[in-house]
């Protein structure tokens, strides 16, 4: 799964539309501080939902640059396509190499942004990466819910079966469990 492609321009002029700075511009500057910038510009590409906003797309730049080291400099949205597009750069600024995404990386950054987008999971992603993403933003997340159960009146074999699964699910997400 590849969900970043390389891109050489700026996105295209729509009514949302948000550019830190043009492909061109950001080429000159990655060109000035690093040897070899290889496939330094990529695109990302997510869909969106009718009620999605610049604002969201914003978030979901936000969190991946926090997570993951990369600068967005372009994002926008196309309503025709029910997409947005974000453009990164790549380069690793301590040692002037792009960063690589393995497909577990980049199902993880994909799930991430569509639980950002309101997206419910997808088939083609799993469920483990969106549980992953819950768990990475707060590591109490399954001992959350698990209290949240025990003021709920559910049978004491419901009540453990549940409890259960949220240990399983945590363990999983701990690298614990398969």
């Known amino acids: 799964m590849s969900i970043f492609k390389a891109a050489n321009s700026d ?13 061109g511009e950001m080429k000159e500057r990655i060109s000035k501080e690093y040897r070899l910038p290889y496939k330094a510009i990529r695109e990302l590409t997510v869909p969106i939902m009718a009620t999605n906003t610049l604002e969201d797309v914003r978030r979901v730049a936000k969190e991946i640059e926090k997570m ?24 690793n600024r301590e ?23 309101g997206h419910s999971d997808d088939k083609e992603i799993g469920k483990r990466y969106y549980l992953l993403n819950y768990y990475k933003k ?12 025990q003021h709920r009146s559910f049978s004491q074999k419901s009540f453990r079966i549940l409890k259960d699964a949220l240990d399983y699910i945590e363990n999983v997400c701990e690298g614990n469990a398969k």
Not at 68 to 91: G, P, T, V, W
Request: net charge positive; hydrophobic share 40%; with cysteine.
């Open 11 to 23: 996105l295209n002029n729509s009514t949302e539309i948000w550019k830190q700075c043009s492909v």
């Open 68 to 91: 993951y080291n990369i600068a967005c400099f372009q994002f926008s949205i196309d309503r025709k396509e029910n997409q947005a597009h974000l453009l990164f750069n790549f380069m």
């Open 95 to 117: 040692n002037g190499l792009t960063y690589y995404f393995n497909s577990s990386d980049q199902k993880l950054m994909c799930a991430m942004a569509k639980i950002i987008l």
């Open 138 to 149: 707060d590591h109490n997340v399954f001992k959350k819910l698990q209290e949240a159960l």
